[in-house]
């Protein structure tokens, strides 16, 4: 079946660093999801991308969906200790098979202020 | 506006035991999907119920099973519990089925303990 592998496995940066974190697949997704999970919660959707190329802000999160359409990557800026927790990129399984979401293993982040 | 809502928020359970999870989608939402994730990994899609039937599913057994109602909450139903399936399950939903509007929204979980 389709795989999401995410890098880095996990980070630890001081706050006020830019970190980046990325996503590939060996198949083709037609949409890219980022979402970010708290202890004890569910995910959250941070960014939704749907066309190859796509670059999407929300606040300090920045979004892009690759050409090939089989990576995409997560962007944040200035970081703050509220963005620890773990952040998964997701995409529909099967291309246009909605709501059956394939996710990445996830990115740890951990901002030491 | 009510998010997902799922219950109980915890449970423990003994092996070959049955348990009923039950999940509220958000207003609006007729979709629900089930998700099994594990300690350390991420969400691993069980299925989906979209005009009370069963859509899609993935690689669970039949242990599994679940519902959804006329007012399209859901239940997910495991039989016969093994340790294994000690895990916080999710219940997403979401407007379906549309192609191009896959946002799913989460509820907080049910964090499962089979012992």
Excluded at chain 1, 28 to 52: M, R
Excluded at chain 1, 92 to 98: D, M
Aim: include cysteine; hydrophobic fraction near 30%.
């Amino acid at each position: 079946g389709q795989q999401l592998n995410q890098s880095p496995q996990s980070m630890f940066i001081q706050e006020g660093e830019d970190v980046s974190m990325n996503c590939t697949s060996s198949s083709i997704f037609n949409t890219w999801l980022w979402y970010k999970q708290d202890p004890g919660e569910g995910p959250v959707l941070l960014i939704a991308l749907y066309k190859a190329g796509e670059l999407t802000s929300n606040g300090r999160l920045t979004a892009q969906f690759g050409i090939t359409r089989k990576d995409s990557f997560l962007n944040i800026s200035a970081s703050i200790p509220s963005d620890v927790g773990i952040y998964f990129c997701a995409g529909p399984a099967g291309g246009t098979s909605y709501g059956k979401l394939t996710f990445g293993q996830g990115t740890i982040l951990t901002v030491h202020p | 506006d009510a998010g997902v809502t799922q219950s109980p928020t915890h449970l423990i359970k003994t092996r070959g035991q049955q348990v009923t999870l039950r999940c509220s989608p958000k207003s609006g939402h007729d979709t629900v999907s089930w998700y099994q994730q594990a300690l350390g990994q991420g969400p691993q899609f069980i299925f989906q119920y979209y005009e009370e039937e069963e859509r899609q599913r993935g690689n669970f057994p039949d242990r599994f099973s679940g519902h959804q109602f006329p007012n399209y909450s859901s239940e997910l139903n495991v039989n016969a519990l093994l340790l294994g399936d000690s895990a916080l399950y999710l219940c997403a939903s979401s407007l379906g089925p549309r192609i191009g509007e896959t946002e799913a929204f989460f509820g907080q979980g049910t964090r499962l303990t089979v012992v």
